[in-house]
């Protein structure tokens, strides 16, 4: 298969990410000694002010770390809740998608100051400086991050205010247009100093308590104050010689572990990469772990997640044995039991690593604008059911579901659990199937990191043609016209996307077996890349 983009290798720190501002930022922290922690709060923040789109001050964030030292792998949660005056009967007409009352408790800076202040080196100042130099003193949009505000002229008919406090412009960017955020310099300046308190307590937030209040939206002063990071153990599965960490509920990382017990089970080597055999046990694999993430999934403090059983290989093997490999299934039942968002990782000089996601929801959030911090809210809250009986349904103080998902590989070597890989991407209910691919790529097939997330893709979902409630296959217009012959006999509907143009954006970091250095990639898919040093 041809390559685009050649394989980073470094030995020092490298990292991965979606936009080059961003990445430079956390490269820096690496190059002046800084660990994983700087590098990542110093990309996560340039990626708020370079990339509204996907990630803000007023989203969340997830991410898994991998201590060198100790073996360890720790998965950190920061979602917010549905804040206190929330609840069904507050929406009679639904949830709707923009607007305050959209928004749940914004968790990202708090799972900042949480990494940083447990495996930070550098000082907050440092690693947010070139966040607030990017706000205050401005960037050039990207194509991309034009497109994307020329794209959503009818929102900025709705919401001006926050076309111009995202680009200090009453118009959208062209790109190579310098855009400002003045407003959002001043809270990172804030939270520079004060840390997570500058964001949960104090003027900001006041500031997002009375805008809430002034817009029908539910966020207040005790929302924000009893607002904690999760910190706890990953899930995880073996997968062939390597273990695979998620991250457990609410997000839907049990998916990409359930998927990958199923396919297990077959002989994906001999199968073929891109195969019609491969494709379709991995999206038949897809349909039955999103049918029990709808049959189970829900806050954890809320609903008993049968994980134990989800994840067991004896499930993994029974789902499997109903894959039919001649037929599609029409409609996968869920077992029985006794959006827009931007990824990177990092890792550094001392063999730690980060996987880290973050996002505001759909493109933009709620479109709403905390007056004089720059703050952009997110809509997480639409993610919430309204239907009383469903796991994930509406709560006062309850956590919704995530499509947002981190993974990590570890390995054994000499009798010490060792880093062997760690990715991810955005993409919503696609990014646990991406994350499959690009898991097997690696694994299976052995690809370096580079080759794997360029790899022809297929996802399973609502189809790109404007018929209601249809699902389709749909694969990159690289995959084998045979292949995709064979696909549509066995019942497939199969729609093809331009050839890169899988709605996925991968990042993704591999420590070879024996190596003492990293091979890492970037999707060109994205604006980013991939350095080290």
Known sequence: MKQHRGVVYARNGVIAASQPLAVSAGLQMLMEGGSFADAALATSAVLCVTEPLNSHLGGDGFAIIYEAKTGSVTALNGSGKAPAAASIDKFPGGIPLRGTAAAAVPGLPHLWFVMHNKWGRLSRERCLAAAINYAQNGYPAGSRTAGAFQGSA?????????????????????????????????????????????????????????????????????????????????????????????????????????????????????????????????????????ADRSRYLGDPSFIDVPLVHLLSKEYGTKRAAEIKMNRAMEVAAPGEVPHDTTYFCVADNEGNAVSFIQSVFWGYGSAAIIPGTGILLNNRMTSFSLEPSHPNVLMPGKRPVHTLNTWLITR??????????????????????????????????????????????????????????????????????????????????????????????????????????????????????????
């Open 154 to 290: 009818e929102l900025w008919q709705t919401f001006p205010k926050t076309l111009e406090t995202l680009t200090g412009m009453s118009t959208p960017p062209q790109a190579g247009t310098v855009l400002h955020q003045p407003e959002l310099a001043s809270t990172l300046t804030t939270l520079a100093k004060q840390g997570s308190d500058g964001f949960y307590r104090g003027t900001v937030a006041e500031a997002i308590a009375a805008a809430c209040a002034a817009t029908h939206g539910f966020i207040g002063l005790e929302d924000l104050a009893a607002h904690r990071t999760q910190i706890s153990e990953p899930i995880s599965t073996s997968y062939r010689d390597v273990v695979v960490h998620g991250q457990p509920p609410v997000s839907q990382g049990h998916i990409l572990l359930q998927q990958l017990n199923m396919i297990e089970n077959f002989d994906v080597f001999k199968m073929g990469h891109n195969s019609a055999d491969l494709i379709h046990v991995m999206t038949e694999a897809k349909k039955q772990a999103f």
């Open 412 to 533: 054994e070597e000499n009798g010490h659990r060792t880093l062997a890989a760690v990715g991810g991407t955005p993409g919503a209910d696609y990014q646990v199937q991406t994350n499959l691919q690009v898991i097997s790529n690696v694994v299976d097939f052995g690809m370096n990191p580079q080759e794997a997330i360029e790899a022809p893709r297929w996802q399973h979902g609502e189809s790109v043609s404007r018929r209601s409630n249809v699902e389709a296959l749909m694969v990159e217009d690289r995959i084998s016209p045979d292949v995709i012959g064979e696909l549509r006999q066995r019942g497939h509907t199969v729609q093809l996307l331009p050839s890169f143009g899988h709605g996925s954006t991968v990042q993704c970091i591999v420590r070879p077996r024996g190596g003492d250095y990293y091979t890492a990639g970037s999707d060109l898919r994205a604006d980013g890349h991939a350095a080290g040093f």
